[in-house]
């Protein structure tokens, strides 16, 4: 077994404490990489602050660093490569879904990044908040030059997770796109949706983020605590992207969707209640999005290449690691934090 240090989570609500672990010696397909930098995803958060403390914890699944060792039959990475790896490391390769490329819908669940379990050993797997991860090289994917490796890390999950949905929906030059919350998803959303030619719009509690929605290229900003803006932005948007991470009413959204357009949740992933009837008037349909297939995923990346497209972040060393998590609950992050795990001896 190697044995690395990470940041491992006690019982729910306790810090993170630094603690050394060990990942699996390389099967034939695996690759090692030395994890530099890792984004803190609300999905941290949230397994944090649940956590029973029966099995181990490390969170972190949206990561960029070098491959540092590789399996015998591994030919698409070579030692010092630069690589992004998400929130899926495996799948079964053969359902409908993988052979369609989506594994992250494949039938068997994909093998999650931490909180999973090993198709091969049976074992858990532990996240990234770690200073190696051992990883089949097949989900990870070459990290293009000129993305900034910290800026990055946040596009394995946050980007992925909206750009997916932009794309499926066909969202291109002229689409009218309403992103709604402007958080880590949302201002990936924005970015990207302004990058695709979209002419897009963000929905916010306040007016305070008008000078961040210009910044990032968004075209106007919509209060949804003025009934007469949301009122007036009736049918207006072909697709309205939900980045809203907590509960809520997706019905003043619906009414925001223009004839035949969808609503896209990808904030938050519980139960909701709809009226049929917000559907009907105007034909509208409601969907959601999470992840990524391994094809959207490369796409997603030379996408974000070609127009310079990384998160906004702000970067911590890991031993803040606690920090992060308590001020991401407060929302008080502009727009993902990103840890740098080079505090951490890769080996002991
Ligand atoms: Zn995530
Ligand atoms: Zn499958």
Redesign the pocket.
């Known amino acids: 077994m190697r044995s690395t240090l990470s940041w491992q989570a006690g019982r729910a609500g306790a810090a993170l404490r630094r603690t050394s672990l060990r990942r699996r010696e390389l099967r034939a397909d695996d690759i090692a990489v030395r994890v530099d930098y890792c ?1 803190v ?4 958060l949230h397994a944090v602050r649940t956590h029973t403390g029966d099995a181990p914890l490390v969170p972190g ?2 990561f960029t660093g070098v491959v540092t060792g590789l399996g015998r039959e591994v030919t698409r990475f070579a030692l010092g490569d630069q690589v992004a790896v998400g ?1 899926i490391v495996d799948s079964c390769g053969e359902c409908a879904m993988c052979q369609a490329g989506q594994e992250n819908f494949c039938h068997e669940f994909p093998t999650l990044t931490y909180g999973g379990t090993d198709r091969h050993d049976g074992t858990s797997t532990l996240g990234a908040f770690s200073r190696e991860y051992v990883v089949r090289d097949e989900f990870a994917y070459p990290l293009p030059a000129g993305l900034d490796p910290a800026a990055a890390a946040p596009l394995m ?2 980007g992925i ?1 909206v750009w997916e949905p932009l794309r499926a929906l066909g969202v291109g030059p002229g689409a009218r796109v309403a992103v709604a919350g402007l958080g880590g998803l949302g201002h990936l959303a924005v970015k990207l949706a302004v990058a695709l030619g979209a002419e897009t719009t963000v929905v916010s509690r306040s007016a305070g983020k008008a000078g961040d929605t210009r910044r990032l290229g968004g075209h106007d900003l919509i209060v949804s605590a003025d009934q007469r803006q949301m009122a007036a932005a009736r049918d207006r948007f072909d697709v309205v992207i939900d980045t809203i991470a907590v509960p809520h009413d997706v019905a003043p959204y619906l009414k925001l969707v223009a004839l035949d357009g969808t609503l896209s949740l990808v904030g938050h992933l519980g139960a909701v209640t709809v009226q049929a009837t917000d559907l009907l008037i105007g034909r509208k349909k409601l969907s959601s999005a999470g992840s990524g297939g391994r094809p959207a995923t490369a796409a997603m990346l030379e996408f974000c290449a070609q127009h310079g497209i990384t998160a906004d972040i702000e970067l911590l060393p890991s031993a803040r690691v606690n920090e992060a998590l308590d001020r991401l609950a407060r929302n008080d992050v502009r727009y993902r934090f990103v840890l740098d795990l080079s505090d951490l001896p890769q080996n002991r």
Not at 41 to 44: A, G, Q, V, W
């Open positions: 984004g995803c609300h999905t941290d699944h949206e929130n999950c946050a997770t």
